[in-house]
Antibody, heavy 119, light 110 residues
């Protein structure tokens, strides 16, 4: 069974870098799927952040592109998100999810990790 | 890129049908048949209920159906049940290998 689990600091200071990892179990990170990050601000809707292909190619939301790094570690079967220069507007639940190539939908999601940006 | 437009709320009585719209542009919904819908209960991760405009993943009741006309996609929930009360989000593939979500619709079952 495919499982995704986000982890990382729950509190980040303004102007610093938010770092999250997503551990994948029950599936190899290099076996033909894409892996995405989505966030949800408190009481708000979903926002696509970006995704990474099994080849390592990355695609980002244009509105966040200048501040995002998404990478994968095949030895640990995990993907990572780094969001630079955060502000209070980046406070959100961050989800990692598996994106089905060719059909373009997220079929498995992690439970989400709440990150608060505050001094 | 702008978010897809959904009504903030929708409602229907038990057993009735309700349709939620999702309006995009000729660069997303109008250009690609990669519209998906997600259902989200409070405090839970979203769950896909429709993909490729009309297809249902295994385990999703056939009370949920999707369609598309030009730049607008729609989700219809028939035979409303109490457990259908949730937030619903549409999403579409868009130019440049991007994705875009709708703002979400809160469905209330009366």
């Amino acid at each position: 069974q495919v499982r995704l689990q986000e982890s990382g600091p729950g509190l980040v200071k303004p102007s610093e870098t938010l770092s999250l990892t997503c551990d994948l179990s029950g599936h190899s990170i290099r076996s033909g799927y894409y892996w995405g990050w989505i966030r949800q601000s408190p009481g708000k809707g979903l926002e696509w952040i970006g995704y990474i292909r099994d080849t390592g190619a990355t695609y980002f939301n244009p509105s966040l592109k200048s501040r995002i790094t998404i990478s994968m570690d095949t030895s640990k079967n995990q993907i990572s998100l780094r969001l630079h220069s955060v502000t209070a507007a980046d406070t959100a639940i961050y989800y990692c999810a598996r994106l089905v190539d060719g059909l373009v939908f997220f079929d498995y999601w992690g439970q989400g990790a709440l990150v608060t940006v505050s001094s | 890129q702008s978010a897809l437009t959904q009504p903030p709320s929708a409602s229907g009585s038990l057993g009735q049908s309700v349709t939620i719209s999702c309006t995009g542009t000729s660069n997303d919904i109008g250009a690609y048949n990669f519209v998906s819908w997600y259902k989200q209960h409070p405090g839970k991760a979203p769950k896909v209920i429709i993909y490729e405009v009309t297809k249902r993943p295994s385990g999703v009741p056939d009370r949920f159906s999707g369609s598309k006309s030009v730049n607008t996609a729609s989700l219809t929930v028939s035979g409303l049940q109490a457990e259908d009360e949730a937030d619903y989000y549409c999403t579409s593939y868009t130019d440049g290998n991007n994705l875009v979500f709708g703002g979400g619709t809160k469905l209330t079952v009366l």
